[in-house]
T-cell receptor, first 109, second 113 residues
Framework: AQRVTQPEKLLSVFKGAPVELKCNYS??????LFWYVQYSRQRLQLLLR??SRESIKGFTADLNKGETSFHLKKPFAQEEDSAMYYC???????????FGQGTELSVKP | NAGVMQNPRHLVRRRGQEARLRCSPM?????VYWYRQLPEEGLKFMVY????????ESGMPKERFSAEFPKEGPSILRIQQVVRGDSAAYFC???????????FGQGTRLTVV
């Protein structure tokens, strides 16, 4: 069965420290993976998708099919990065997504 | 473009009442998805609709829940005879096609008392 797992409910780091939000998936086909972010009191918005291989706001994520992972990384965290981050898997249709439970990132000054 | 609009933002219903949640997709988007987020959980897919058609309702509870996306007007998620377990945040997303990026609304928080 398709599944997305984000093992950390809360990740707390200091400003300037590296950050890695973990995401593992279970899917038998070719996955399309995304990271969504939800800042306080705002709507969920797409941060990045693996097929575009781009860096947004300093964040990158590499799809590792061997480890079935799509971890989100940033070398130097900023306070404005504090938010809820959701890893999501699309299958069959692009808009139908399976979400992980989310990780709350807290960046302390 | 105002983005995906959901209303109401907050809805309180007594057990047994009906809840109607509305979603207006972004202009030009004909694909709508509904997700539910229970407390302490991630978003879970409920239903995927295209204008006047239900494409995939595999995530919808079998009873009391229904969804529509008429030719004119917003998509409606309807929950009949609500129970406490229906209390959740309900999110709508829209996309221009079946493979496009999905844009989310701000959600409707339903509380059943």
């Amino acid at each position: 069965a398709q599944r997305v797992t984000q093992p950390e409910k809360l990740l707390s780091v200091f400003k300037g420290a590296p950050v890695e939000l973990k995401c593992n998936y279970s899917y038998s086909g070719s996955p399309e993976l995304f990271w969504y972010v939800q800042y306080s009191r705002q709507r969920l918005q797409l941060l990045l998708r693996h097929i575009s291989r781009e860096s947004i706001k300093g964040f990158t994520a590499d799809l590792n099919k061997g480890e079935t992972s799509f971890h989100l990384k940033k070398p130097f965290a900023q306070e404005e990065d504090s938010a809820m981050y959701y890893c999501a898997l699309a299958y069959n249709q692009g808009g139908k997504l399976i979400f992980g439970q989310g990780t709350e990132l807290s960046v302390k000054p | 473009n105002a983005g995906v609009m959901q209303n109401p933002r907050h809805l309180v219903r007594r057990r047994g009442q009906e809840a109607r949640l509305r979603c207006s997709p972004m202009k030009g988007h004909s694909h709508v998805y509904w997700y539910r987020q229970l407390p302490e959980e991630g978003l879970k897919f409920m239903v995927y609709l295209q204008k006047e058609n239900i494409i995939d309702e595999s995530g919808m509870p079998k009873e009391r829940f229904s969804a529509e996306f008429p030719k004119e007007g917003p998509s409606i998620l309807r929950i009949q005879q609500v129970v406490r377990g229906d209390s959740a945040a309900y999110f709508c997303a829209s996309s221009p096609g079946s493979r496009g990026e999905a844009f989310f609304g701000q959600g409707t928080r339903l509380t059943v008392v």
